[in-house]
């Protein structure tokens, strides 16, 4: 990416430290750097994990994760926010509470409820403060189709879903379908009330530590990258795909998504 200094544009990024390096905050800055991004990254949590398993997470604190956004933003021109894990009631209406002094920020948000194991990091009282502190104030929300029904309430239905999801204020509900049991990849796009796009994408083999974040921190870059919403969406979901199919094993479990397989590519051409 041949971007001059000014051209870089700032993501303000709030998610969980994955000592494996595949998920969480060192996803989000890969994912940024290799988009023509520079991440400004506020570690909401430590986790004890690797591909296989997950032991615990430790949220930090509200205060300190407030007094590292503020001298973020009094000191460079954020251009978007990304939200992944974010441990605490504490830290969300911190966090609420920077969305309401900072509305011209677009905000991607992806609710991890859960890791890949299936901890959960969220009881009922933390997804009542996301639903009622941070999707009114949330751009694109990217849920996959497990999170959307929760969020919604049980909602079985994937549009019906989306559309109490908007109700709560969400400009864009990306829902993605990893987990469903279809042959392809299906990920529906919501907005204005209604479904807007199916994105259909060819189901890799195997499973990955870090797609979601991978998704929504692109999506994030792109978006101060002055994209499109529904554009960056679509080039979020390529970016993605493509660092997935072109990933690598590190550990005994999940794949890492390699995030700058374009480099890789590049300096296997002929020259």
């Not at 919403?229 to 794949?255: C, D, M």
Request: proline fraction near 5%; aromatic fraction near 6%.
């Amino acid at each position: 990416m041949n971007l001059s200094p000014h051209e870089i544009p700032v993501i303000l990024d709030f998610a969980g430290h994955d000592p494996t390096g595949g998920a969480g905050i060192q996803a989000d800055i890969e994912t940024i750097a290799s988009l023509g991004g520079h991440a400004a990254s506020i570690i909401t949590a430590l986790t004890a994990q690797n591909t296989t398993q997950f032991s615990h997470c430790v949220p930090q604190e509200p205060s300190r994760v407030k007094t590292q956004a503020i001298m973020v933003l009094n000191d460079m021109q954020v251009r978007a926010c990304k939200l992944g894990l974010l441990g605490s009631i504490g830290i969300v209406e911190v966090i609420h509470d920077i969305l309401v002094r900072h509305k011209n920020i677009p905000v991607v948000l992806d609710p991890v409820m859960a890791s890949t194991t299936g901890t959960l990091f969220i009881d009922k009282e933390m997804q009542e403060a996301i639903i009622n502190l941070l999707l009114p104030h949330t751009t694109v929300l990217i849920p996959n189709s497990l999170e959307a029904r929760q969020l919604a309430g049980g909602e079985k239905q994937l549009d019906a879903a989306a559309e109490r999801l908007m109700e709560y204020g969400c400009t864009y509900v990306l829902i993605t379908g990893t987990h469903e049991q279809t042959p392809a990849v299906i990920n529906t796009l919501y907005g204005d009330n209604q479904r807007l796009r199916v994105f259909e994408w060819e189901r890799l083999p195997g499973t990955y530590h870090g797609s979601g974040c991978t998704l929504s921190a692109a999506v994030a870059v792109l978006l101060a990258r002055e994209r499109d919403p529904v554009n960056a969406i679509a080039e979020a979901q390529r970016f993605t795909w493509n660092a997935l199919k072109n990933g690598y094993k590190l550990g005994k479990g999940q794949s890492h998504p390699n995030r700058f397989y374009w480099a890789q590519a590049h300096k296997d051409k002929p020259r």
